[in-house]
Each structure stands twice: as C-alpha cells, then as structure tokens.
C-alpha cells in the first residue's frame, strides 16, 4: 500500500530541487557530461568571436581547462568546429529573429545561439525541449542579466524551423506553449 504524502487540501509537498547553488545555478556536481561540453564550448566560441584566435589553439587551450576530463569530449568538438565551420550559415538562420545587429549582441549571448542552432540541425538526439533549456541554462550562468530571454525567444523562433515535427507533436501533446 503507498502512503499519501499530500497535505491538508489536496497539495502535494514541494519538492526541493539538490544540485542547485543558492542562485538557482546547477552544481558542477550534477552536470552532465554535455552540459559540460556545452559550457567549455561556449567559453573556446566567445574566444573565437572576441579575440579571432586559431581554433585549433582554441581547442588546445580548452582541453587544457581543469575539469575537461568531465565533458563530453566529442560533443564539445561537434559544437566548437561545426558552430565556427558553419558560423555564416548559422548567423543566417539567426538574423531574421533579431530586433538588432549582431555586433549589438553579447558575444556570449551570440556563441549559446550559435550552440542552440546547431545542436537543432545536427543532434536530432537531443530533443529540442532539452537543447533550449540547456541554452537558457548557459546564458543565465555566463550572460548578461536578461541575455538568456534573447536567447530563449531567438532559438524558440527557429524551433518550429529547424525540428517542425517534434515541435508540433509536443505542442499537439500539449507539452510546448503555442
């Protein structure tokens, strides 16, 4: 027989999230190896937008990074070599979604997009849901204030584009806002 854990009312406890800093931030502890990947491949990307350094210097550098061991090694040369191999073609999907110019755009705010476009167009494993919330996740820890609700209308916008089924059977299902 299971025990009812609801309170006076009918509402269920509150669950506490683990694995959270006081600022909501999600411990090192309770990454997972692509979030990981995600996050050095953002930090070799705002390198390469801000200072045009070699990419393979980019990657050499970053492998050296303490904590690498953790990640996801090859994700995160998925997304460093094909975000900067395909940078035009990425810029060009994210374009129509601005309301300015990209050298207005955070740099950081610029390299999660760049993440998020193509883990849509290149790891149809990765359902969409997870790679906006990972996106927003990386904006909030690395960007500025309110640069993760740029990033979160911008890769919103291209969702319905780049994974049109599976926005449209999550949103059929109820799952995603219309």
Known sequence: MTEDTTKAGGA???????????????????????????????????QHLVGRNDPTDIDHFTR???????????????????SIDNAEALDTLIRPLLDRKFE?????EHAVMWIGVY?????????????????????KEFGGTDGHKYVN?????????????????DRASGKAKA
């Open 12 to 46: 269920k406890p509150r669950q506490t999230r683990t694995g959270l800093t006081s600022t909501g931030a999600r411990k090192a502890s309770a990454k997972s190896n692509r979030s990981r990947a995600r996050e050095f491949a953002l930090q070799a990307l705002y």
């Open 64 to 82: 050296d990074l303490a904590g690498f061991h953790k990640a996801d090694a090859a994700h995160y040369d998925a997304l460093l070599h094909g």
């Open 104 to 108: 207005e755009i955070s740099p950081i």
């Open 119 to 139: 883990e849509f167009q290149n790891c149809p494993d990765v359902p969409w849901r997870v790679v906006l919330n990972e996106c927003i996740e990386l904006a």
């Open 153 to 169: 209308a911008v890769l919103n916008g291209l969702a319905p584009q780049l994974r049109p089924l599976e926005v449209e059977a």
